[in-house]
């Protein structure tokens, strides 16, 4: 887990997309981020679980 903060997220992939090479990288060998995927993971808990753990995959 990187953070609970969606803001903190935002920060990160502007981080990673305007970092600057380190030396020796070659820019045409590394083309940059094309995107960037943000993935939400829910828990449930109760009975909402057990219903959830019932349900067909």
Do not use: I
């Not at 969606?6 to 970092?19: I, T």
């Not at 380190?22 to 449930?44: I, S």
């Amino acid at each position: 887990m990187l953070t609970h903060d969606p803001a903190a997220l935002d920060d990160l992939a502007h981080l990673v997309s305007a970092s600057e090479l380190l030396p020796g990288e070659d820019a045409a060998l590394l083309p940059g981020p094309d995107r960037v995927t943000r993935c939400v993971d829910a828990v449930a808990f109760g009975q909402l679980a057990d219903f959830l753990a019932g349900a067909p995959q």
